[in-house]
C-alpha cells in the first residue's frame, strides 16, 4: 500500500517552479477568483485524497444556491461516511450498522472549497505566484503557489482550471516545500447538473452546535492573521462529557482550542505527527486543561497555547 501511494505521489508530480511572483492587487484577484470559482460553479467529479501513507477515494457534487452553495461529498472506500453542506451549515453523515448518524461540523469547507469567501485577504499573509502549465483530470490547468509570508502557516501548490479558475488539484506543503497532504482530481465535470437532492443529501437541520458559556480562558496574543471563527460545546468520542470547542484561522490555515475543567493536575503534553504536519500542545490554565491542536507549523500551536490565561472577566 505504502509502495503504491509513493507511485502515485510520482505521478501525480510536483512541478519545479520557474514563474512569477505577482503583484498584491494581482495576488488578490487570483485568489477571489478561485475561491469563488469553488463556491458558485456547478460541477460534479471523483477526487484523491492523500495522507502519508493514507489514501482514500471522494465524489463531490457542488450547485450554487442563492449567495452560497449546496454540496454533498461522499468516500466510495472505507467506512460509508459523507459531508453535506448548505448554505453556511454543514453536517456529516455516519453509517453504522445499516444506520446514519448525523454530526454537526463547524465549518462547511472541503475540496476543492479550500478558500474562504475573502480570499483576496489571504495575500497580507502569502505571496502568489504562478507557474506552468498541466493538466489534472484531463483538464488544463495552470500551477499557483501560494507563499507563507511568515512562519506561522503552511503554504499550498494549486492547479487551476485554465478557464473556471476552479482547483482541480491542492497540495499543502511544509517550509521545506515537502507534501503534507494532496488532493488531485481523477475526473470532473465543471458545468454538470447534478442533483444533490437526489443523490440522498436531505435538508440539513437548522440548530448549530450550542453557544459556549461565559468564557473562563482568553488568548491575549494570536499569531498575524489569525482570528476566532467558530466556538460551541461539543461532545467527542473519548470523554463523557462536552468540551468547549475554539476554532481559529488565517482562511487557509487551521486550529482547533479544546477547553475542559481539570480534574487533576495536568502534565504538560506536547506532540507533532509522524510527518510533522499536525502539532498538539496541552497545559493548564487555572482550572481548565486546554489543548491547542492543528495542521500548522508548531510555531503557531506553541504561540497561541503559550498566550492563554484565566479570562479577566471572570
Known sequence: MKRSFVLILALLGFPAWSGQNL?????????QRMADAARQLPYEGVFVFGHGDRMQTLQVINQPSGGGKVSRLWMLD???????????RSVSVLGQGGALRMERRLGNRHFPDLLPENAAALAAWYGVRLGDEARVGGMGCRLVELIPKDRYRWGYTLCVENRNYLPLKAVMVNEAGQPL?????????IGANGNVAAAGAPDIPAEMPRPADPEAIEVKQLPPGYTRVAAGKRRL???????????YSDGLNIVSLFIEPATRPVAGLKGASPRGMMNLL???????????????PWTTVESIAMNLAEARSR
Open 282 to 296: 496541552t497545559r493548564q490554565v487555572g482550572d481548565y486543561q486546554v489543548t491547542v491542536v492543528g495542521d500548522v
Open 181 to 189: 497532504l494532496q488532493y488531485s482530481f481523477a475526473e470532473i465535470r
Open 23 to 31: 503583484p498584491n492587487d494581482s495576488a488578490e484577484i487570483w485568489l
Open 78 to 88: 472505507g467506512q460509508q461516511r459523507e459531508v453535506r453542506c448548505q448554505r453556511n
Open 237 to 247: 468520542p473519548v470523554l463523557a462529557s462536552e468540551v468547549e470547542h475554539w476554532v
